[in-house]
């Protein structure tokens, strides 16, 4: 790679950066959305690309993972804040609090928040409950670890909402692109799922981008090191640390080089298997 050209080490320099923003901001999506929502016990799950029963009530696994796929489908569309973290936050903040908007407005989803998240109304479980002023999941994720919550409000109003209608004139989402909520109807969240999975398949092979869903796999975590899923109590960045260690000692019987998810000499046979004739 050393011989090639500048263009070319330029550019995977930058996938490098882009996944290492990617592996933090994900880290941090499950802390923040677990704040917000139930634990997921597994029931209900679907893979990443998994297909859905029809007008099946999203889960809170289910949840997670369409909050996760529609946020780097966001964030592609912004090629400036894909290599900064602070922006990348940010728009993942917008995201959240996009679903968690839906949540409030859907009276069969509401059961998926976590009651003790402090930026719910204490009316949202009654017929009382009054939509027309909505509390936004920015301010309190701001208030509680110190943030500001001025910049993510500003690319909300800017940058997500704008997007959102986007998608949803193009037929990519369903819901209201007035209130942007509607998307976890039960007759709305199967569409939303397929078709904004063929629309960010269409961006990663058109563009030869890494596919970030990468994160969601059931292998995630010894493969690549990202957290084990669920709202589990554990240091994120050590368990990071751990896998990178683990993986880096981790050696294959028939090769000195370290696995990698790329590699594939587990599937090879040995040499001296090869009988020639």
């Known amino acids: 790679m050393t011989k090639l050209g500048s263009n070319f080490r330029e550019r995977i320099d930058l996938l490098e950066k882009k996944f290492h923003v990617s592996s933090i901001v994900y880290k941090k999506t499950e802390s923040q959305f677990y704040e917000i929502f139930k634990s997921s016990d597994g029931s209900g799950a679907r893979s990443s690309k998994g297909r859905l029963r029809k007008k099946q009530a999203c889960s809170a696994n289910e949840l997670f993972n369409f909050t996760w796929t529609l946020y780097v ?13 602070v922006e990348s936050f940010h728009l993942l903040l917008c995201c959240i609090d996009l679903m ?36 936004s999941a920015i301010e309190e994720l701001c208030l ?5 919550p001025k910049d993510p409000k500003e690319i909300r109003e800017h940058y ?49 981008e890494i596919d970030e869903r990468i994160f969601l796999g059931d292998d995630a975590s010894p493969e690549i090191g990202t957290p084990l899923k669920g709202n589990q109590p554990h240091d994120f960045v050590d368990e990071y640390s751990r896998s990178h260690l ?9 090769s000195v080089a ?20």
């Open 246 to 254: 683990r993986r880096s000692l981790h050696f294959d019987k028939s």
């Open 144 to 148: 509680k670890h110190d943030g500001n």
């Open 73 to 85: 489908r966001a964030k592609v569309n912004f090629p400036t804040m894909c290599d900064d973290l």
């Open 160 to 208: 997500w909402k704008p997007f959102i209608r986007q998608l949803i004139e193009r037929e990519v989402l369903k819901g209201n692109p007035d209130t942007l909520t509607g998307f976890l109807d039960a007759s709305n969240f199967e569409y939303n799922w397929k078709h904004l999975h063929q629309d960010y398949d269409e961006h990663v092979l058109s563009s030869g």
């Open 258 to 277: 370290p696995l990698t998810p790329l590699t594939g000499r587990r599937y090879l046979k040995d040499k001296e298997s090869i009988v020639y004739v």
């Open 100 to 135: 968690f908007l839906n949540a409030l407005m859907s009276k069969s989803r509401r059961e998926l928040l976590n009651p003790t998240f402090k930026g719910l109304p204490e009316d949202y479980m009654t017929k009382d409950f009054n939509e027309d002023d909505l509390p």
